[in-house]
């Protein structure tokens, strides 16, 4: 058990290690970022983060007053 917690703790300790090189060699200091709204190459394509998308779009649903407060009874009777 004791040596399973050792070994485990020294991976970690070499994989921290790797990051913390990685950084120290790379040009900028820092990863590559991986949002893809910050992602030139997507943005070219028109791809984009299905998050922001999608407060984008409900917004602008929200300004065009597409959303109505109707209830369950009141989609029935306009559906007959």
Request: charged letters at 25%; a positive charge; aromatic letters at 4%.
């Given at each position: 058990?004791?040596?399973?917690?050792?070994?485990?703790?020294?991976?970690?300790a070499?994989?921290?290690?790797?990051?913390?090189?990685?950084?120290?060699?790379?040009?900028?200091?820092?990863?590559?970022?991986?949002?893809?709204?910050?992602?030139?190459?997507?943005?070219?394509?028109?791809?984009?983060?299905?998050t922001?998308?999608?407060?984008?779009?409900?917004?602008k649903?929200?300004?065009?007053?597409?959303?109505?407060?109707?209830?369950?009874?009141?989609?029935?009777?306009?559906?007959?």
């Amino acid at each position: 058990m004791i040596t399973v917690l050792l070994i485990t703790i020294i991976l970690l300790a070499i994989s921290f290690a790797g990051f913390a090189i990685t950084i120290l060699i790379k040009k900028n200091g820092k990863f590559p970022e991986l949002h893809l709204g910050k992602n030139e190459d997507l943005k070219k394509r028109g791809i984009g983060c299905a998050t922001s998308q999608d407060k984008m779009e409900q917004a602008k649903a929200k300004r065009s007053h597409q959303f109505k407060q109707l209830t369950l009874l009141d989609k029935e009777v306009n559906s007959l």
